[in-house]
Every structure is written in structure tokens, then in C-alpha cells.
């Protein structure tokens, strides 16, 4: 799964959750993901940008609201 703006580092993913800008994520071919609550993992950046990060993060009606690791 991705996460929707690409965000180039798990830094930068996380900068962007603690000021409160929406994240969502997406599994290419078949778009976003449901609403509920779940622990998922994503990676990025974006292909075809070889990933450099991975991260485990927690979602609420498919939007990131904290990256557990």
C-alpha cells in the first residue's frame, strides 16, 4: 500500500500526520481503502522510485492517523 501525497521519506510522513494534513492510503489497482479502523503497512516513495521506506502505520476511515514503527 501507498500513501497519498507520496511522501519521499518516513520522516516526512510523519511530519505531515503530527501537523494534521490529511494522509490517506491506496493500493494501486484497487484504490483506496475502505472506512474501519485497522494496522496496515506501506511503503514508498511512489512507484516506479525504488522504495526506500517502510512503515506500519494505524488508519481511520482510510486515512493515517499514526505511524506505529
Not at 516526512?12 to 474501519?36: H, M, N
Request: glycine share 8%.
Amino acid at each position: 500500500m501507498y500513501v497519498d501525497p507520496n511522501c519521499k521519506t518516513k520522516k516526512e510522513l510523519k511530519e505531515r500526520i503530527a501537523s494534521g494534513k490529511p494522509v490517506c492510503v491506496f493500493q494501486p489497482g484497487l484504490g483506496t481503502v475502505p472506512a474501519g479502523e485497522a494496522d496496515i503497512s506501506v511503503e514508498g516513495p511512489h512507484y516506479p522510485k525504488p522504495h526506500s521506506w517502510y512503515a506500519r502505520v494505524h488508519i481511520s476511515n482510510g486515512n493515517v492517523t499514526k505511524v506505529l514503527s
